[in-house]
């Protein structure tokens, strides 16, 4: 949160806020279009037999892989609707992928946006990733009320005038031991959601 009352020089670093410390929108209509992608995470703790319960598909409200990932899909659309001072984007992809990892008792939701805009698209694939979470978290609750959503968190971005950037590798990084993936012959394949956004 800005404090309209901080220094103008600490207000001015805020490019959503102007001078006054009022709330804005950040002009970008001298800004070229650029190719612009970033990917973002998020990842549920559940319990050993709900993380079985989901990669056998016996949760009693569904298939939690195909409708987490649509609804991130979804939710990413709609991301300017959500938060006041995002810019409405012609997305060009998203992708979301909801992949379970029984070594840390996880579901881990990754989403990539994509766009050809004067602005980037972090915001679309953090808000993918958290309604992605959010919908695992709905349809696992009557099973399991102890499920929490922890690390919504960037991971990389490219494209604009800042280039690319990417989360450090380690304890805290993108891609966890075992790279999140069950091993060959277990059952439950990863499911992804592609969509072109209008």
Known sequence: MNDPGAPRNVRRRLTHVDRSGRPRMVDVSAKPP????????????????????????????????????????????????????????????????????????????????????????????????????????????????????RHIRLLEKSGGASGEWHRPAGPAGPEPAGGGRLPPGTRGPRRTVRRDAR
């Open 34 to 149: 650029t190719v612009r992608r970033a990917m973002a995470e998020a990842e549920v703790s559940v319990a050993q037999d709900t993380l079985s319960l989901v990669i056998d598909g016996d949760v009693p409200k569904g298939d939690v892989f195909t409708v987490a990932e649509l609804a991130g899909v979804m939710g990413g659309k709609r991301t300017s609707d959500l938060i006041p001072l995002c810019h409405p984007i012609p997305l060009t992809d998203l992708v979301v992928e909801v992949t379970p990892d029984r070594a840390a008792s996880t579901l881990r939701v990754r989403a990539t946006a994509a766009t050809i805009a004067q602005t980037g698209v972090e915001m679309e694939a953090l808000t993918a990733a958290s309604v992605a979470a959010l919908t695992v978290y709905d349809m696992l609750k009557g099973v399991d009320r102890g499920a929490e959503i």
